[in-house]
T-cell receptor
Framework: KQEVTQIPAALSVPEGENLVLNCSFT??????LQWFRQDPGKGLTSLLL?????REQTSGRLNASLDKSSGRSTLYIAASQPGDSATYLC??????????????FGKGTKLSVIP | DAGITQSPRHKVTETGTPVTLRCHQT?????MYWYRQDPGHGLRLIHY???????DKGEVSDGYSVSRSKTEDFLLTLESATSSQTSVYFC??????????????????FGAGSRLTVL
């Protein structure tokens, strides 16, 4: 069974600061890991998907890394802005093969960027 | 939102009544999912479908059934709603990302959610 943990549960930073969100998972037999963003009362938006062969993936001010051997992924946000305030979730597949179609989600890190 | 529509968006019902939530997609994706989201538990997979009439259970399937008679529609049914099923329900579809010679990942796209309250 895949278990995904995100620490911290909440984070508050001043605008402009660089920050790192952490995600750990128990089953390292995965091909990929995904990061999502959720705004209050909304659905989830996919931010980045990292393949296990890539180790890193970048989109604008976001950079996600994946270390399967340690069961960890990080989401780095550069020069944070108030518009980045949201809950960030990571999700790992249940396993390989058929299990790769079932994602297990962490409970999320609620980020507040203070102007 | 990749053409995903959930209905109803909000519903209040009483314990013991049947409830059906509908997820409709317009882009012919093979895989569709139903998740529920609860404080303290995060998102949990209820059921998923990998084609017409092909469905499988997720982590929290008890008390729920699904049907997929057409590619575009995935229905979630609570035969007899209970207060513990009060939640926000999200439908999702997945798009395959080709990685080399195999499909290595499925990027999920979510609907806007259906908030269900069971009194």
């Amino acid at each position: 069974k895949q278990e995904v943990t995100q620490i911290p549960a909440a984070l508050s930073v001043p605008e402009g600061e660089n920050l790192v969100l952490n995600c750990s998972f128990t089953d390292s037999a995965i091909y990929n890991l995904q990061w999502f963003r959720q705004d209050p009362g909304k659905g989830l938006t996919s931010l980045l998907l990292i393949q296990s062969s890539q180790r890193e993936q970048t989109s604008g001010r976001l950079n996600a890394s994946l270390d399967k051997s340690s069961g960890r992924s990080t989401l780095y946000i550069a020069a944070s802005q108030p518009g980045d305030s949201a809950t960030y979730l990571c999700a790992a597949p249940l396993g390989s093969g058929a299990g790769s179609y079932q994602l297990t989600f962490g409970k999320g890190t609620k980020l507040s960027v203070i102007p | 939102d990749a053409g995903i529509t959930q209905s109803p968006r909000h519903k209040v019902t009483e314990t013991g009544t049947p409830v059906t939530l509908r997820c409709h997609q317009t882009e012919n994706h093979r895989y569709m999912y139903w998740y529920r989201q609860d404080p303290g538990h995060g998102l949990r997979l209820i059921h998923y479908s990998y084609g017409v009439k092909d469905t499988d259970k997720g982590e929290v399937s008890d008390g729920y059934s699904v049907s997929r008679s057409k590619t575009e529609d995935f229905l979630l049914t609570l035969e007899s709603a209970t207060s513990s099923q009060t939640s926000v329900y999200f439908c999702a579809i997945s798009e395959s990302v080709l990685s080399g010679r195999r499909t290595g990942a499925n990027v999920l796209t979510f609907g806007a959610g259906s908030r269900l309250t069971v009194l």
